[in-house]
C-alpha cells in the first residue's frame, strides 16, 4: 500500500484506538485505513457545498433564490423605505378615515377595510413568513435528522418502535389536527410553530432515515467499525456529513410547508391577531367580503405566498435532479 | 393477497383507535373549560353540575374514556354544544357536502395531472416546467383568486354556499340534482382539482422521466407503433410509483378542502370543523376531525387495493 | 410424448408453410455507415464506416467483443439511436434507405418489413403488459385487425415457438428465461418481416437453453426463409448457423466472408485470436489463449489500424495507415496490410508464444 504515508497511519490508528482498544488484525489495518481514506468526506460540510454547486446550475433554482434574496431584502430594508407602521389608521386629507382607497402615489399599495397601509403589512408578512419559515425549518432539521440518524443507525427494535410511531402519525392529517391543536392551546404565534414542527418531523424523520440505511452500506463504514470507531463517531463524523444535503432538503421544503401551513391557520382565523402576516392579511379581507372589490388588498399576500412557496419549491427540484442521476437526460 | 388485505385493514383500524384517543386526550387536558359554551357566569353550581352530568363531563378520566368509546361505537357522537342537537344529526348531511366536491375535485385532479405529467415528463425538452408556479397556491389562495376573478370581476359564478339564498328544498333529488346546485359546485371542484394537479404532474412527471431510458420503450417503438403509444407506456409503467406517492398526500388535500369550503362557504365537515372550533362546541369538533380522518384512511387502504391491482408484480410476492 | 408432438406438428407446419409463403425475403445493403454518440468528451465512434449486404434468405453472423459496436449497429438500422447521435451513410432495405425515411415510412417498414429479437427479454418486455397484449399492439399498430383477429394471431405464434396459448394472458416475469425468448421471436415473427435481427439473443440464458434457442432460430430461417442477422460474441455459435460472417472491432468490420472461410482460414489476426479463445471439444487439450488488451478508445480513436496495439504482427505500417478491405478470396475480404501473409500468420497465432509477446509488449507481462 504505496497510497498512505506511515505517518498518517500512526496518527489514523492512534484517533481510532482512543476511542476502542478493540483487538484486530494488524495486518489488515492498511487494508481498512485505504478503505476507510477513500470513502470518507474531507470536511463536514463537504457534500453540501458541493451540492450547492450543483444547485446553480439549474436556472429555475437561480430564479427561485433570486425571488426569495429579494424579498429578503424587501422585508429588512421595508420599514426604512415605507416610514408608515403596519396598524395605524389612515387618514385622507379632509379627515376622514381611507379605508380601502385604491394604490395611489401616496400608498402604492392602498389600504384596507381598516384604514391600514397594505404595503406595510405586505412587508411585516413577509417578515413574519421568514420567521415562521425558517424556525420552524431548523427546529423539524434537528429533530428530523437526529431521530433519522439514531433510527438508521441502531436499527433493530428501536428503529422499529420510532417507525411505528411515525406510521402512525403520518396518518393524522394535517390542517384538521392543527386546527385542533391551535384552538386548544390558543391562537398564538409559538403555539403555531410548535404545531407546525410537530407535524413535520414525521416525514423528515423517514428521509433522513432513509439516507442513513443507504450510507450505512458502504464499506469504508465497515472499514471504520473494523477501526475501532465508536458509534457516536461514525454517526456523526462518517455518516452525518453525506446525509445533511437530504436533511438540508427538507428543511427546505419545509420552509414552504410551514409558511402554507401558518397561512391556512391564519386564514381560517387560528392564526396571531396581532401580527399581520399574509394569511391573516387574506383572513381579514375575506371577513370583511372585500375580496371581490378590493384587488388591491387581495393580491400582494397571495402573489408573496405563491412567490415565496414556488421559489423553495424551484430550489428543492432542482436539488431533487441533481441528485437523482436516473433523472438526467436520455434523449429520445 | 387476502392476508396482505386483512393486515391493512387491521392496521388501519389500529390508526383510528390512536387518533381517536388522541382527541380524547387533547380535549380533556385543554386549558380553558370546555363547558364555557354551556355555562352562563351567573349559574349555581349546582346547576352546572347537573349540565355536566348530563354532557358525560364528569367522573374521573379512565371513565369518561369508555363512555367515549362505547358511544362512538354505536355512533353517538354526543349532542352538539352549540346546536344543542346530537352531533351525527348536523354531521350527516355535511359529509355528502363534502365528498360532493371531494370526489369529482380529486379524480379530475388526478386525471387531469397525471395526463399532463406524462405529456410533460416525455417531451423534447426533459419536462422544464416554469409556469406551475401558479398552482403551487396554497388552497385557500386558489380559492381566493378564483373567487376574486370568477365571482368578482366577471360575475360568471356564484362563490358563495351550496345554493341560492332563499330557496329551502328538502330531499336528495331536489337539494343536489339540479341546475343551481351544479353551478355552485363548479368552482368549489375546480379549486379542489386545481390544488391536486401539481401533485399528480410532478409524479408523473418524474415518473416519466425515469422510465424514458428503460429498454422496453426501445423495443415499443421499434414495433413500429406511434409514437404517442410509446409514450402511453411509459406513462403507464410510472403510474405505480406515481400512485405510492400520491395517496399518502391525501392529508394534505384533506386541508386543501377543508380550506375551499371555508372560501366558498361550502357546507361541509371541513367548514363546520373550523366553526365548530372557534365556538369551542368540543363535541362536534371531535366528531369532525374523526370523520376527516376515517375518510383519509379509508382512502390510503383504497390506494393499497388499487396499487395491487396496477403492479401485477406485487400481488405475486 | 411422441403422440403428443404429431398432433402439433401438422398444424404447426402448416403454419409454418403459411408464413413462408407471406415472408418476402428482405435485402439489406448498409453502405459507409457510421453512428457516433455524443458525450461531453466528444463522439464515441461506435460504428465507424461499416458496409456489408445481406441477400435474400442470406443467414449474417456478426462477430465481436463487447464495447465492438454490434449493438448499435443494430440500432442504427432501426433508427433506434438517441436524437443527438451522429448518424451517416445509407441503409438500404429492398432498396429504399432507411436512414432517409420520413417517421411514417419508418413506422410502417418496422416489424413488418424487419423485426428485432433482443438480448435480454426481461428488459424488452413491458413489465406492466400482458404478454398477448404487447404482441397485439404490434399487430395492431400496422393494421386495421380487430383485438380479436390479432389475439388469434398470437396464438398461432405462440404454438409455432411452442407455447400454450393461456400463457399469453401472462405477464412477463412470470416466463422463465427460455420462454420469454421464445414470446420474443413469435413476437419477431408475427408480421412476417424479411429480415430479422436477433441481437445477442442468447446471452442471459444457461448453455442447454441457449442452444434450444439457437436451433429454434436456425429451424426458423430454414423454414420461413426470411433474412437473418444474427449477433454474438461467441464465434462457435456462427460456426453452427450462420453462412456468411462478418468480424467486428473497435466499430469496424475486419473481416467479412463466407462463414467456412472466415472461421477455417481467417486473414485477419483479430479473427485468429478470437478462434483461439473458443476451445474446440473436438481437437487435441490446449491451454486457452486470449488475446491480451482492451479494445482502443472510441473517442479518440487510433491514427493507424485499430488492432494494431493488441496484434502479434503488427507493423509500422500498421500503426500509421489505416488498412482497407481487401478481397482475399471470392466474397472473403480482411482489412489488414498482410493479408498475402495470412497463412504463415494463422500458424504462428496458433502458438501461446505469439501472443504471450503481445502481453509483455503491452505491459500486462
Not at chain 1, 229 to 247: D, K
Not at chain 2, 19 to 36: E, G
Not at chain 2, 285 to 310: E, K, P, T, W
Request: hydrophobic share 50%; proline share 6%; charged share 20%.
Amino acid at each position: 500500500m504505496t497510497l498512505l504515508k506511515k505517518s498518517k497511519i500512526r496518527r489514523a490508528s492512534a484517533v481510532y484506538s482512543e476511542d476502542r482498544a478493540a483487538a484486530f488484525d494488524p495486518s489488515r489495518v492498511q487494508e481498512a485505513m485505504a478503505i476507510w481514506a477513500a470513502g470518507r468526506s474531507r470536511s463536514v460540510f463537504a457534500p453540501l457545498i458541493e451540492t450547492f454547486g450543483l444547485l446553480v446550475k439549474d436556472r429555475m433554482a437561480v430564479v427561485g433564490m433570486a425571488i426569495i434574496a429579494t424579498l429578503a431584502v424587501v422585508g429588512i430594508l421595508g420599514p426604512l423605505i415605507v416610514p408608515l407602521p403596519p396598524f395605524q389608521a389612515l387618514k385622507a386629507p379632509d379627515g376622514t378615515m381611507l379605508r380601502l382607497a385604491e394604490p395611489s402615489a401616496a400608498h402604492p399599495f392602498g389600504t384596507d377595510y381598516f384604514a391600514h397601509s397594505v404595503l406595510s403589512q405586505f412587508i411585516l408578512g413577509i417578515r413574519i413568513a421568514f420567521l415562521v419559515g425558517l424556525s420552524a425549518a431548523v427546529a423539524v432539521g434537528l429533530i428530523s435528522t437526529v431521530l433519522g440518524l439514531v433510527s438508521g443507525y441502531f436499527g433493530g427494535y428501536l428503529d422499529d418502535a420510532i417507525m411505528r410511531i411515525v406510521d402512525i402519525a403520518l396518518s393524522i392529517p394535517t390542517l384538521p389536527f392543527a386546527i385542533i391543536m391551535v384552538a386548544v392551546l390558543g391562537p398564538s404565534l409559538e403555539n403555531v410553530l410548535f404545531v407546525i414542527v410537530l407535524l413535520y418531523w414525521r416525514n423528515g424523520a423517514r428521509i433522513v432515515r432513509s439516507a442513513v440505511l443507504t450510507q450505512k452500506e458502504r464499506p469504508f463504514i465497515a472499514a471504520a467499525r473494523a477501526l475501532g470507531a465508536s458509534h457516536w463517531r461514525i454517526m456523526t463524523y462518517h455518516i452525518l456529513p453525506n446525509v445533511l444535503p437530504v436533511a438540508f432538503l427538507w428543511m427546505t421544503m419545509s420552509i414552504a410547508f410551514a409558511v402554507l401551513t401558518e397561512a391556512s391557520l391564519s386564514f381560517i382565523g387560528l392564526g396571531d391577531p396581532s401580527m399581520a402576516s399574509w394569511g391573516q392579511m387574506l383572513n381579514l379581507a375575506f371577513q370583511t367580503a372585500s375580496i371581490r372589490s378590493a384587488w388591491w388588498w387581495v393580491l400582494p399576500p397571495s402573489l408573496g405566498l405563491i412567490l415565496l412557496i414556488s421559489s423553495i419549491y424551484f430550489i428543492g427540484r432542482a436539488f431533487e435532479e441533481k441528485t437523482n442521476p436516473r433523472l438526467r437526460q436520455r434523449a429520445a | 393477497m387476502r392476508v396482505y388485505l386483512a393486515r391493512r385493514i387491521i392496521q388501519s383500524i389500529i390508526v383510528v383507535f390512536v387518533m381517536v384517543t388522541l382527541m380524547f386526550v387533547i380535549f380533556r387536558i385543554i386549558p380553558s373549560d370546555p363547558t364555557a359554551m354551556l355555562v352562563e357566569r351567573g349559574m349555581p353550581e349546582e346547576t352546572r353540575q347537573r349540565l355536566l352530568e348530563q354532557w358525560g363531563l364528569t367522573g374521573p378520566l379512565y371513565v369518561q374514556y369508555v363512555r367515549y368509546l362505547t358511544n362512538l361505537f354505536q355512533g353517538d357522537f354526543g349532542l352538539s354544544f352549540f346546536y344543542s342537537k346530537p352531533v351525527w344529526e348536523i354531521l350527516a348531511p355535511k359529509v355528502l357536502n363534502t365528498l360532493w366536491i371531494a370526489i369529482p375535485g380529486l379524480l379530475l385532479g388526478a386525471t387531469f395531472g397525471s395526463v399532463l405529467g406524462m405529456f410533460v415528463g416525455w417531451s423534447r425538452r426533459g419536462g422544464a416546467i416554469d409556469g406551475l408556479g401558479i398552482l403551487l397556491a396554497p388552497p385557500f389562495v386558489t380559492g381566493i383568486l378564483a373567487l376574486m376573478v370568477f365571482s368578482g370581476f366577471f360575475d360568471l359564478l356564484p362563490g358563495f354556499g351550496m345554493r341560492t339564498p332563499g330557496a329551502n328544498p328538502s330531499g336528495f333529488a331536489a337539494t343536489y340534482l339540479n341546475g343551481d346546485f351544479l353551478q355552485h359546485l363548479i368552482l368549489p371542484v375546480a379549486v379542489v382539482a386545481l390544488t391536486f394537479i401539481p401533485e399528480n404532474l410532478l409524479l408523473m412527471r418524474t415518473g416519466v422521466l425515469e422510465a424514458r431510458g428503460e429498454d422496453y420503450l426501445e423495443m415499443v417503438r421499434a414495433k413500429g407503433v406511434s409514437e404517442f403509444r410509446v409514450m402511453w407506456h411509459a406513462g403507464r409503467n410510472s403510474l405505480l410509483p406515481v400512485i405510492t406517492w400520491l395517496f399518502p398526500s391525501l392529508a394534505e388535500t384533506v386541508a386543501g378542502i377543508v380550506l375551499v369550503e371555508v372560501v366558498f362557504s361550502w357546507p361541509g365537515v371541513g367548514r363546520e370543523l373550523v366553526f365548530s372550533v372557534t365556538r369551542q362546541d368540543m363535541p362536534i369538533a371531535q366528531a369532525g376531525f374523526f370523520l376527516l380522518a376515517v375518510m383519509i384512511v379509508a382512502s390510503n387502504l383504497l390506494a393499497d387495493l388499487v396499487y395491487s391491482y396496477l403492479d401485477p408484480r406485487v400481488v405475486y410476492k | 410424448m411422441t403422440q403428443q408432438a404429431a398432433r402439433p406438428t401438422t398444424r404447426k407446419s402448416r403454419l409454418i408453410e403459411h408464413l413462408r409463403q407471406q415472408t418476402r425475403p428482405g435485402e439489406l445493403s448498409v453502405d459507409r455507415l457510421r453512428a457516433y454518440y455524443a458525450t461531453r468528451s466528444g463522439y464515441v465512434r461506435a460504428v465507424d464506416d461499416v458496409s456489408f449486404e445481406v441477400r435474400p434468405g442470406d443467414y449474417l453472423g456478426m462477430v465481436g467483443e463487447s464495447g465492438c459496436g454490434k449493438t448499435t449497429l443494430v440500432k442504427a438500422i432501426f433508427r433506434l439511436l438517441p436524437e443527438d447521435a451522429f448518424v451517416d451513410g445509407e441503409v438500404r432495405l429492398d432498396g429504399r434507405n432507411v436512414l432517409a425515411m420520413k417517421s411514417n415510412e419508418l413506422r410502417q417498414i418496422r416489424w413488418t418489413r424487419m423485426s428485432l429479437i433482443t438480448q435480454s427479454a426481461m428488459n424488452s418486455l413491458d413489465p406492466v403488459y400482458r404478454v398477448g397484449d404487447q404482441i397485439v399492439e404490434a399487430i395492431r399498430a400496422h393494421g386495421d385487425v380487430s383485438y380479436d383477429d390479432a389475439w388469434q394471431r398470437a396464438v398461432e405464434m405462440f404454438d409455432l415457438v411452442e407455447l400454450a396459448p393461456d400463457r399469453l394472458r401472462n405477464y412477463p416475469h412470470q416466463f422463465s428465461g427460455g420462454m420469454r425468448q421464445r414470446a420474443i421471436i413469435a413476437l419477431a415473427l408475427v408480421l412476417q418481416p424479411g429480415l430479422i435481427i436477433a441481437d445477442e439473443p442468447t446471452t442471459a440464458l444457461d448453455v442447454i437453453t441457449q442452444d434450444q434457442i439457437l436451433g429454434r432460430i436456425r429451424r426458423i430461417h430454414e423454414a420461413v426463409g426470411a433474412s437473418m442477422i444474427l449477433v454474438t460474441h461467441d464465434i462457435s455459435v456462427i460456426a453452427e448457423t450462420c453462412n456468411d460472417t462478418a468480424v467486428m472491432y473497435a466499430g469496424k468490420i475486419v473481416e467479412y466472408g463466407p462463414t467456412i472461410g472466415v472461421l477455417q482460414e481467417p486473414c485477419h489476426p483479430y479473427t485468429m485470436g478470437l478462434k483461439n479463445a473458443f476451445p474446440n471439444i473436438k481437437g487435441a487439450i490446449n491451454k486457452l489463449i486470449a488475446i491480451p488488451g482492451s479494445p482502443p478508445s472510441l473517442i479518440d480513436p487510433p491514427r493507424g489500424c485499430c488492432f494494431a496495439e493488441r496484434c502479434p504482427f503488427a507493423s509500422d505500417r500498421c500503426r500509421d495507415l489505416k488498412p482497407s478491405l481487401r478481397h482475399v478470396g471470392t466474397d472473403h475480404s480482411a482489412a489488414c496490410h498482410y493479408t498475402d501473409q495470412a497463412a504463415s500468420l494463422r500458424e504462428r497465432a496458433k502458438e501461446k508464444s505469439t501472443w504471450d509477446e503481445v502481453a509483455v509488449r503491452i505491459g500486462l507481462g
